[in-house]
């Protein structure tokens, strides 16, 4: 298995950014996904998740702002993130939920600054 995270970058406070993750060597329409997130000096925490019939759930740190979505034809999952604050700067993941440990790659960086 295989995820491959796209899209990250640098961005003023109350900007946007849409991050790609394509997946591969699974058959991704039957897995829940999800948006992982590290911050500077903390752990790894789960921040939006879809399921495989596309329902939707998210920490509340980022409800109202981001909004996960996939596109089974594509065993892609994206994460449309507004109204960033700095403390949306983070590595951020994608994954199977719950999590694989297999399943970790590279990330992409987003940071919030002016």
Known sequence: VQFVESGGGLVQPGGSLRLSCAASGMMFSIYDMGWYRQGPGKQRDLAAVITNGGSTNYADSVKGRFTISRDNAKN????????????????????????????WGQGTQVTVSS
């Open 76 to 103: 892609t999952v994206y994460l449309q993130m507004n109204s960033l604050k700095p403390e949306d700067t983070a590595v951020y993941y994608c994954n199977a939920s719950p999590s694989w440990a297999a399943g």
